[in-house]
């Protein structure tokens, strides 16, 4: 009896599968290439051992109390057991064949130190020759998972129904080797841990296998054995009938669709704030999961507006917040955004002191919600992303860039412009989505047509307007551009932002959108309640 440690393999780059015995050799689960580890040894080594074998198959058995597992099940296996000195169990020998016969015992010393007895090489699955029938095959990760499954539906129908293992999660090679003997079943389920490795393993065995016979189990503990023993007989039943059917990584199909437009249903909307209603009549608010873009002419509000918003979110909720704004630098932000909660400029001291000041700033920053970029005048461009994914993993829920023009021009590693804004985009994209978050982007707009009216005059934006690849458009769930009409003589119009939907994924309304007013006294946005600017005609 030999024992083993696992590693890497250094033939078919398995991470865990290449067992090293303490006689000398080395073999590997996966791919079941061996090599001698030792020079000491000059006979050539024999795995089979009659012996040995026939020794075990003339062990006792008991049920796994511990696992739930009856006697019934364990007897169906054939699993062997021995006891301690004392009289506590040993290990567990569980039985692997070739051709229907035992070749080798795979043995657990409790709790969890494994040795092979016999030729492991090119064994069949574990529960192979005893599994009959042409139905429905349920594949596990462990022994103890198969019998586990077997146990759940033995307690409700007093049969067995065919359960096999494979020999670990790295051991799927014996899957390809039995595809002739699994593909004899109608449908088959895999039931593998719920951890990486099972996740992997499942991908593997269902490809060799195929879409259209294979189906997936979600389990609510990490194995089966955990849900037979805390969940019972019944839950695990459950887990093996709902299972899903496997398709490739991004194909979904039946349940998981409507499991998907479920959650979809369930998304919170948070309304914008109240100074810039007329976007909540068309966009219903903003969404985790979704791109938000913002575009106008130059000095026509946009870091107003946004400030807005995140001085509206730090109210509604207890998320973090993250802001990267490449065209201040962080002192000047925390100048602005102490200011807005003030209402006041801090740049006159005969409004403000500094007891206000601090009690400003403690509500918008003192409870480390706000976070903000320290960009230090540069960014590139792949360490912006790991920023932005970086600020995301500290607990930022909402994220604003502003702007992506600059994001874009700082580094491009060696791209063109639009393959710059094309790569950044879809990098954006995945952070949004693999994280659950949401960002607002600023961008900027393209130089409006000679003989044209320009931005500046209070010009709203078209979606073509938008500088830069089209993959900005494309990506954004929403687009709002906004505009006021910086040289307009009456002061009122002036002040006045205007606001339009471009595009909304989540409800298709596009148009108009309404206004805002700044006031220059509090330096925050008020609304226009529908009031729409009028200009007095020459002469009135």
Not at 260 to 280: A, D, H, M
Not at 390 to 416: F, P, R
Not at 473 to 495: M, P, V, Y
């Amino acid at each position: 009896m030999s024992r083993y440690t696992m590693g890497p393999c250094e033939f078919c780059g398995s991470s865990d599968a290449f067992a090293s015995y303490d006689d000398g050799v080395g073999t590997c689960f996966s791919c079941n290439r061996s090599k001698k580890l030792t020079e000491e040894r000059n006979e050539p080594i024999t795995y089979t051992n009659t012996d040995v074998i026939t020794n075990i198959s003339s062990y006792a058995s008991y049920p796994v109390s511990s696992r739930g597992l009856s006697q019934e099940v364990i007897d169906h296996y054939g699993v062997k057991m021995s006891t301690t000195p004392d009289g506590n169990p040993g290990s567990h020998y569980y039985p692997y064949t070739k051709k229907g016969e035992i070749v080798a015992y795979k043995e657990r010393i409790l709790p969890k130190d494994f040795r092979i007895h016999g030729n492991f090489s090119n064994v069949e699955l574990f529960g192979q020759s005893v599994s009959v029938g042409n139905r429905m095959l349920v594949i596990t990760e462990g022994e103890l998972d198969a019998m586990a499954v077997a146990e759940a539906f033995y307690k409700r129908y007093k049969r067995f129904y065919p359960c096999v293992s494979v020999p670990s999660a790295s051991a799927t090679k014996v899957v390809l080797e039995q595809r002739d003997w699994i593909n004899k079943f109608d449908t088959v389920i895999l039931a593998f841990d719920q951890d990486e490795a099972g996740e992997a393993c499942t991908a593997a065995v269902a490809k060799m296998i195929g879409v259209g016979k294979v189906k997936v189990a979600s389990l609510p503990k990490k194995d089966s054995c955990d849900v037979l023993k805390e969940m019972g007989a019944e839950a695990l039943q459950k887990c093996i009938w709902d299972a899903q059917p496997w398709s490739p990584a991004g194909i979904v199909v039946g349940e998981q669709i409507w499991g998907q437009f479920k959650e979809r249903q369930l998304i919170e909307s948070v309304p914008y704030p109240t100074c810039l209603s007329g976007l909540n009549d068309k966009l219903k608010g903003i969404r985790h999961g979704e791109i938000t873009l913002f575009t106008s002419g130059t000095g026509s509000g946009k870091s107003t507006v946004i400030k807005e918003i995140i001085l509206d979110l730090l109210n509604k909720t207890t998320d973090k917040i993250g802001l990267i704004s490449l065209e201040e630098s962080v002192g000047d932000t925390a100048e602005k955004f102490i200011s807005m909660q003030l209402r006041k400029s801090v740049y006159n001291p005969d409004m403000v002191n500094e007891i206000e000041t601090r009690s400003a700033f403690e509500r918008v920053f003192g409870d480390e919600r706000l976070i903000l970029l320290d960009h230090a005048g540069s960014v590139s461009d792949s360490s912006l992303i790991e920023k932005i994914e970086y600020m995301a993993l500290m607990g930022c829920k909402y994220l604003v860039l502003d702007h992506i023009t600059i994001a874009v021009s700082e580094g491009s590693e060696g791209l063109s412009g639009n393959e710059a804004v094309d790569k950044i985009m879809s990098d954006l994209l995945k952070i949004v989505k693999r994280h659950n978050i949401w960002l607002g982007l600023i961008s900027h707009l393209r130089k409006a047509q000679g003989g044209t009216k320009s931005f500046e005059e209070g010009k709203l934006a078209s979606i073509d307007d938008i500088k830069g690849s089209g993959s900005i458009k494309q990506i954004s769930f929403d687009i709002i551009s906004f505009a006021r009409n910086l040289i307009a003589e009456d002061e009122t119009e002036r002040n006045i932002i205007k606001f339009r939907v471009l595009k909304s994924r989540f409800t298709g309304l596009t148009g108009n959108a309404g206004s805002a007013l700044y006031d220059r006294s509090t330096g925050r946005l008020n609304s226009t309640g529908g009031f729409q600017f009028t200009p007095k005609a020459i002469g009135e």
